[in-house]
């Protein structure tokens, strides 16, 4: 017995679930294997000046080749979950018609090996990664993507069915949407404001679809859920015009997916601030109704707060239609990661107090959180990663402060397993609690991975 004295400061629910998360594109690499044909990312990324240092995922952490691996690490972790991510290019290439058995295979067989280490696997169907004979046909901006989604979310239902324990559908679309086709800092790179609108509600449409598919395979043990980059929005002071900017933001950043699959409604100032752009024509009769099909619950992905000003943004794309006119963005006070982005664990306890108020009854899943830095190798081969703690243990703390104010948080998954393809950043940027050599491809610990064992160990944080 351990006779040693308690030292935990937060205890979270026995239930809570404690996972960490990947996406495909970022980790897989195999990019040309077992029939996997390109995806926007694969393309986007082989586009000169589109990627720091013109990286690409064809190999990445090089996971498709290592599951077993990364499994093991998982164990040493503890870790209840694991959320990953399908690329859709490897299970229906162009997008359309029959699987490839060589895809579903490798999916089998991670989800497999997850079940055997008593791992729930959570997966995500889409995490940006689409076909590029999608994107050649018109992409997100055209209807016929989002059927096809939904295709394709029934041949996965079909495959794997209920040893998934979660099925998402899909990551952030606002990233897929706003930075994919408004501003173009994402694949597939277009800068539209119209075309990012689209996109929007198709993704909406895309989501409602999928979850029919899903609900029509999955038995009741299953969970359906959407995972969206919320953005924790502050205005500068409480001057109308500054919160205004706010509401803006919230509008074409939150609401955008919050109204239409949880209410069934398109936000009206969302429609009044965009006038200029489009009146709209392409939500159909019942497509509303289609997005808001009820789901298990909801993921949050959340890193840092946004201040907003009444203003205007600089010239060039934008990712805020509607928005771009009315609204400046504030650096916000503190200390900032390596990505350049605040660190402020209290936007997070603000947002999901915001959740708690505006969708009852919604389960709330933090599906990823977490900062790059650079690692400091020590000579002893360790891999020292303080921020990162530090990042980690206020934001655990702020999603506990968040539960004893009566949020339902169930889970908490970590951004990333493994240093990956950064997206835009490329491997310029660690997100890791293990540390990655991309020359050798060798898996270490970092002190984070150290440090987040003991918390699952014990069930909450210690000073
Ligand atoms: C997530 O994206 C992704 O899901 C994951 O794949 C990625 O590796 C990880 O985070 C780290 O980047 O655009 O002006 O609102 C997070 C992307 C970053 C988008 C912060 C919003 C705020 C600046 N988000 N960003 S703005």
């Not at 990312?41 to 990286?55: A, M, Y």
Request: contains cysteine; proline residues 6%; glycine residues 8%.
């Amino acid at each position: 017995l351990d006779a040693r004295p308690d030292t935990t400061t937060h205890r979270f629910p026995a239930a809570f679930r404690w996972g960490t998360a990947t996406a495909a594109y970022q980790i897989e690499g195999a990019a040309a294997e077992d029939g996997r044909t390109p995806s926007i990312w694969d393309t986007f990324s082989r586009t000169p000046g589109k990627v720091r240092n013109g990286d690409t995922g064809d190999i990445a952490a090089d996971h498709y080749h290592r599951v077993s691996e990364d499994i093991a690490l998982m164990r040493r972790l503890g870790v209840t979950d694991y959320r990953f991510s399908v690329a859709w290019p490897r299970v229906q290439p162009t997008g359309r018609g029959p699987a490839v058995q060589k895809g579903l295979d490798f999916y089998r067989r991670l989800v497999d090996e997850l079940l055997e280490a008593g791992i729930r696997p959570v997966a995500t169907l889409y995490h940006w990664d689409l076909p590029q004979e999608l994107e050649d046909a018109g992409g997100w901006p055209q209807r016929e993507t989002a059927q096809r989604f939904g295709e394709y979310a029934g041949i996965m239902a079909g495959a794997l069915g209920d040893r998934v324990a979660t099925w998402t559908t899909l990551n952030e679309p606002w990233c897929a949407a706003f930075l994919g086709y408004g501003n173009g800092v994402h694949a597939p790179g277009r800068t539209s404001a119209l075309a990012s609108l689209r996109a929007a509600h198709h993704f909406n449409l895309a989501h409602g679809l999928a979850t029919r598919a899903l609900r029509d395979t999955l038995s009741a043990g299953s969970e359906i859920s959407l995972t969206l980059n919320l953005h924790a929005v502050r205005p500068h002071t409480d001057t109308p015009a500054d919160l205004d900017a706010a509401r803006r933001i919230d509008a074409v950043g939150n609401r955008v997916f919050l109204d239409p699959v949880f209410n069934g409604s398109l936000p009206d100032d969302l429609v009044r601030d965009t006038a200029a752009v489009t009146d709209w024509s392409f939500v159909l009769d019942g497509d509303l109704e289609t997005a808001s099909a009820p789901i298990d619950s909801l993921g949050i992905n959340y890193y840092s707060p946004t201040v907003v000003a009444a203003g205007s943004s600089p010239a060039g794309p934008s990712p805020w239609a509607g928005a771009e006119e009315h609204v400046s963005f504030l650096p916000a006070p503190g200390p900032r990661t390596a990505m350049d982005w605040p660190v402020d664990a209290d936007g997070l306890h603000e947002l999901l107090l915001r959740l708690r108020d505006d969708l009852p009854g919604v389960p709330l899943v933090i599906t990823e959180n977490g900062a790059a830095y650079d690692d400091y190798a020590d000579p002893s081969g360790e891999v020292k990663d303080p921020e990162r703690v530090a990042y980690l243990h206020a934001h655990l703390a702020a999603v506990h402060r968040a539960i004893e104010d009566g949020a339902d948080v169930r889970g908490y998954f970590l951004w990333s397993l493994l240093d990956n393809f950064e997206w835009a950043y490329g491997y310029s940027k660690r997100f890791g609690i293990v540390h990655v050599d991309f020359a050798t491809q060798r898996r270490t610990f970092k002190d984070s991975a150290r440090w987040y064992a003991e918390v699952i160990a014990r069930g909450g944080l210690a000073e």
